[in-house]
């Protein structure tokens, strides 16, 4: 209905702490506007057998900024590094419950960035990659 339609996009557009768009203007703030991001999603690249579109687009409209989304069962090194060594200059990831089930994942991002952002506890970690791209490897 046209009242359930309206109120999801209602909620999308909030910019309170811890929103999406909240999120995507921190991005705005501290990420260089030539910088490509990887933006971490809470959907899935494959749900159920088929191909999903697992894109956040709001993180990438607020902030103004390019890059790669990354489905949520796609958190891993090897993709960081290779997204990495495509460009990416800072990574993006808003839910603390997918950060904290991927050890490797915050080990990696541990010894290799430096948070720049809000904060994953405020619904928006902003990791800068510190590491010359030259020496990456997963």
Known sequence: SLG???SVFRQMLLTGEGSLAQCGTSVQEVVPADARIIVSTTSYAVDNGIPN?????????YSQRYGWSLPADWHTVEKLVEYRNDGASFFVIYSEGLLNSNPSLTDYLDNN???V???IERGCAIFAFVQPLEQIQP
């Open 117 to 119: 952002g809000p904060g």
């Open 4 to 6: 359930v339609t309206a």
């Open 53 to 61: 579109n697992y894109q956040e687009p709001q993180i990438f409209f």
């Open 113 to 115: 960035s430096i948070q």
